[in-house]
């Protein structure tokens, strides 16, 4: 069946600077693609979404890129800061919600 | 945020015993899910619901089972709980699409 991926396991960043976290997903078909940020011991907490019909959506410090040619999502998070730490999944919106196995993001002072 | 809790937040149990938890949401969502979280594997839909007594497997519902009787209750049960159900499991609510509202977890130990 299709799926979520991640490029990378694990992201070590220094404070300060921009963080970019990548995902690929494999179905043309959702309409969302979703960014969720979980502590340790914590849920999963919602960041930022955006729709299959657009190509970019900023938040407070994010910036969600969807570039569905090659099926590519990225999470960019301007001036990482130490909060910032975190496994981050992405998620696709198809019918029910299915998720990647995360990245962790670590950020060094 | 929801308001959405889960029960038991800590439980050990025994190969081949039943085991329910229980999710409860005040936020009048029509939408619930239950998620698996294990190492490698990220967050796993085990079933879903979409109203009173609406509910639909997920990629990993053999094993579990769910009702729904109340649009605040949504309970998870392991008919009969095997070591491979050792896993936090994980609640949440859909406030519109796209935007889950999780509850803090329910982790679960079979020996």
């Known amino acids: 069946g299709e799926s979520v991926g991640l490029h990378l396991p694990t992201l070590s960043v220094q404070e300060g600077d921009n963080s970019i976290i990548n995902c690929a997903y494999s179905?043309?078909?959702?309409?969302?693609f979703i960014w969720y940020k979980q502590e340790s011991g914590k849920g999963p907490q919602f960041i930022i979404d955006i729709r299959s019909n657009m190509d970019k959506r900023q938040g407070q410090r994010v910036t969600v890129l969807l570039n569905k040619t090659v099926k590519h999502l990225s999470l960019q998070i301007a001036a990482t800061q130490p909060g910032d730490s975190a496994v981050y999944f992405c998620?696709?919106?198809?019918?029910?919600?299915?998720f990647g196995a995360g990245t962790r993001l670590t950020v060094k002072p | 945020d929801a308001g959405i809790t889960q029960s038991p937040r800590h439980k050990v149990t025994e190969t081949g015993t039943p085991v329910t938890l229980r999710c409860h949401q005040t936020e009048n969502h029509r939408y619930m899910y239950w998620y698996r979280q294990d190492p490698g594997h990220g967050l796993r839909l085990i079933h879903y619901s979409y109203g009173v007594k609406d509910t639909d497997k997920g990629e990993v519902s053999d094993g579990y089972s769910v009702s729904r009787s109340k649009t605040e209750d949504f309970l998870l049960t392991l008919e009969s709980a095997t070591s491979s159900q050792t896993s936090v499991y994980f609640c949440?609510?859909?406030?519109?699409?796209?935007?889950?509202?999780f509850g803090e977890g329910s982790r679960l130990t079979v020996l």
């Open positions: 179905n043309s078909a959702s309409d969302y």
């Open positions: 949440a609510s859909l406030e519109r699409p796209g935007e889950l509202f």
């Open positions: 998620a696709e919106n198809w019918g029910d919600m299915r």
